[in-house]
């Protein structure tokens, strides 16, 4: 998966197509990311004691990967995401608009 834990993404499909945040998780088996403030669902709980009050949680649900792309650092504008081999032979990756270091 190209896209890391902390990077800030752009959603380019679905109900909140336009939004931008941060991953907050990745779970690579399934394909999804977490994006903060996107993608936000209710869970209702029971309550658990006698006399307690059901809750309403609000969460962020998982995005499939292909939902999401990466801002470019440079440009401010959502690009796809290359490697890079270093003269130090370390595998870096790169944004194909700008070119620059992610």
Not at 25 to 52: C, D, M, S, Y
Request: aromatic fraction near 4%; proline fraction near 4%; glycine fraction near 10%.
């Amino acid at each position: 998966m190209k896209i890391k834990k902390g990077d800030t993404v752009k959603i380019i499909s679905g109900k909140d197509k336009g939004k931008t945040g941060k991953i907050i998780q990745i779970f690579p088996e399934a394909n999804k990311v977490v994006v903060e403030g996107a993608n936000t669902h209710w869970r209702h709980l029971k309550p658990r004691k006698q006399g307690e009050k059901g809750q309403r949680v609000e969460y962020a649900a998982p995005l499939h990967v292909a939902k999401v792309m990466l801002i470019d650092p440079k440009t401010g504008r959502e690009t796809r995401i290359g490697y890079k081999m270093l003269a130090t032979g370390e595998k870096v990756r790169i944004a194909k608009r700008s070119g620059e270091v992610v």
